[in-house]
C-alpha cells in the first residue's frame, strides 16, 4: 500500500477525453487486479459529451488524484432517465481502505440530494467483497441482480422461421417504442421518457422496431463498438410463445456482425428465468453477475 500524500478532487459535468484515458487505465488495472466486472459506461459518457455536451451544472464525474496527478479513485453517476440514478466506482489497489471512495462517495451523496432523481442505485460485482461491503455500510438496500452475457457458441444461431424484420427507428416512431417498452415491461408510460432514436443513433445506439407482417411484435436496442451491446429488449406480451423472440435476437445479432463488432454482450436480471434461457438457447453463456443497491430520499 503507498500513503496518500496530498491529493485533490477533479469534478466535471462531462468527461474530456483525458479524463476518459486516465479512468480507461485505472479501470483496466482494477479489472485485471480484481477479477471483477466494472459498469462505468464512460464510452458512452464520452460520446454523449461530444455530440451533445449539456450545461446542466449537474456534476457527474468524481475523479481523486494523487500530488503525482496519478488517478486513484473514481466515481460516476449514469442518469439515464426514469427516478433512479446509477452510481459506480473503483479505487487503485494501492490506495484503498484510506477513505477514497468514501471522500468521493460523500460529494456524490450531496450532489443526488440536491437531485430531483428520488432513488440512488450503487453498483457493484457480486464477487467484489469490498464493493459489497462498502455499498452495505451506507444503509442502501439490496433491489435486484443483473447478470452480464457473452455470446460464446455461435452454432446455436439458427432461425426456425422467416417471419421477423427489424426496422431500424426513427424519430416518428419515438412515441411508439415508449409505448412497447412499457407494455413489455409493465411500466407506466410517461411522455418525459421519450428518446428520439436518430438523436441516440449519433451515440453510437440503434433502435429497432420487431415487425411480424408490418405490425410491431416488440423492440431492441443495440449499442455499437469493439463490444456490441443488446438492452431494451421486450417482445409484446400478446406475441410470446410464438418464438418471435429468438428470431429477433438472432436478428440482431445479425446487424451486431455487419457492424463489425468483434464481442457480441446482454444484461439481463437474475430472476428472469424465460429470457435467461433464451439467451443461452442462442449460445449465450453468463460471464459476471452485478448487484443493485438502493437509497431512497
Not at 112 to 141: H, V, Y
Request: proline content about 2%; glycine content about 6%; some cysteine.
Amino acid at each position: 500500500m503507498k500513503e496518500l500524500g496530498n491529493y485533490y478532487i477533479k469534478l466535471r459535468e462531462n468527461l474530456h477525453q483525458k479524463d476518459y484515458e486516465d479512468i480507461s487505465g485505472l479501470q483496466k488495472l482494477c479489472m485485471e487486479t480484481d477479477k471483477v466486472n466494472l459498469k462505468l459506461e464512460i464510452d458512452y459518457k464520452l460520446q454523449l459529451a461530444e455530440s451533445k455536451p449539456s450545461n446542466t451544472n449537474e456534476i457527474n464525474e468524481f475523479m481523486y488524484y494523487n500530488d503525482s496527478n496519478e488517478l486513484i479513485g473514481y466515481i460516476g453517476i449514469c442518469d439515464f432517465g426514469g427516478d433512479a440514478i446509477e452510481v459506480h466506482g473503483m479505487v487503485h489497489p494501492e490506495y484503498r481502505r484510506k477513505g477514497v471512495f468514501r471522500r468521493l462517495f460523500s460529494l456524490v451523496k450531496d450532489e443526488w440530494l440536491k437531485r430531483q432523481s428520488p432513488k440512488m442505485e450503487l453498483l457493484s460485482d457480486n464477487s467484489s467483497i469490498s464493493g459489497l461491503e462498502f455499498i452495505k455500510s451506507t444503509g442502501a438496500k439490496y433491489a435486484y441482480s443483473e447478470h452480464e452475457m457473452y455470446l460464446r457458441d455461435f452454432t446455436k444461431l439458427k432461425i426456425e422461421s422467416n417471419k421477423v424484420v427489424l426496422r431500424k427507428a426513427t424519430n416518428d416512431d419515438a412515441e411508439e417504442i415508449e409505448r412497447i417498452y412499457c407494455k413489455c415491461f409493465d411500466e407506466e408510460y410517461k411522455e418525459e421518457n421519450i428518446i428520439m432514436p436518430e438523436d441516440e443513433e449519433k451515440l453510437g445506439i440503434i433502435y429497432y422496431i420487431a415487425e411480424v407482417a408490418n405490425r410491431p411484435i416488440g423492440k431492441i436496442n443495440l449499442a455499437i463498438g469493439n463490444v456490441g451491446s443488446i438492452y431494451g429488449f421486450g417482445i409484446l406480451p400478446e406475441h410470446r410463445g410464438k418464438g418471435y423472440g429468438k428470431e429477433t435476437l438472432i436478428r440482431s445479432i445479425e446487424k451486431l456482425k455487419e457492424y463489425n463488432c468483434k464481442d457480441i454482450m446482454i444484461q439481463v436480471e437474475s430472476l428472469n428465468i424465460n429470457a435467461i434461457n433464451l439467451y443461452k438457447s442462442c449460445g449465450f453463456v453468463e460471464t459476471s453477475t452485478m448487484d443493485y443497491y438502493e437509497m431512497n430520499k
